[in-house]
T-cell receptor, first 112, second 117 residues
């Protein structure tokens, strides 16, 4: 089964810090890489996504960096806030299908 | 509200029992996906349906089955339940047919929390 590996498992930063969450994938047939944010008691919600022909995408305080040759991508959260405390999942979609394969998740805590 | 409705929100049952989880997709979405989220686990893909037909299968146990009905709602049936089946079960929907490349935005419901005692 295709895999997406995510690290770290948990992350604690101070308000204003820049948490970075990393993901690596094995399947070169992935063509879409979204990040999902999940708050306790809620389902995951799409945060930001990137295609492999782009090296960086920024939406507000959230940035995805993508390294196609290394098969790695990462999420950076600028000026992090306590409200960003949540679990973040990276994911990847195969070209031939529509399902998403998720990483293991990163529990982010932003202290005030 | 994401537009994806899952019922029940919570379910407590005993080992050996059978339960049915229900999902109504977002209006206009034809694909439904089921994921399992166990404690300290990521989201494990179980199965996908598109317009009533099974489209993709993940690590779904033989004790589990699903279907999508003509009105596009879906049900996940879990039988001969074991303690290890305790988890959050998420349904997601998307307009994507899965037949081509490109973005696919999955919209998740709030989940059904199953506790097997």
């Amino acid at each position: 089964q295709q895999q997406v590996k995510q690290s770290p498992q948990s992350l604690i930063v101070q308000k204003g810090g820049i948490p970075i969450i990393n993901c690596a994938y094995e399947n070169t047939a992935f063509d879409y890489f979204p990040w999902y944010q999940q708050f306790p008691g809620k389902g995951p919600a799409l945060l930001i996504a990137i295609r492999p022909d782009v090296s960086e995408k920024k939406e507000g305080r959230f940035t995805i960096s993508f390294n196609k040759s290394a098969k790695q991508f990462s999420l950076h959260i600028m000026d992090s806030q306590p409200g960003d405390s949540a679990t973040y999942f990276c994911a990847a979609k195969e070209t031939s299908g529509s399902r998403l394969t998720f990483g293991e998740g990163t529990q982010l805590t932003v202290n005030p | 509200d994401s537009g994806v409705t899952q019922t029940p929100k919570h379910l407590i049952t005993a080992t050996g029992q059978r339960v049915t989880l229900r999902c109504s997709p977002r209006s206009g979405d034809l694909s439904v996906y089921w994921y399992q989220q166990s404690l300290d686990q990521g989201l494990q893909f179980l199965i996908q349906y598109y317009n009533g037909e099974e489209r993709a299968k993940g690590n779904i146990l033989e004790r589990f089955s699903a279907q999508q009905f003509p009105d596009l709602h879906s049900e996940l049936n879990l039988s001969s339940l074991e303690l290890g089946d305790s988890a959050l079960y998420f349904c997601a929907s998307s307009p994507e047919t899965g037949l081509g490349a490109g973005a696919n935005v999955l919209t998740f419901g709030a989940g059904s929390r199953l506790t097997v005692l």
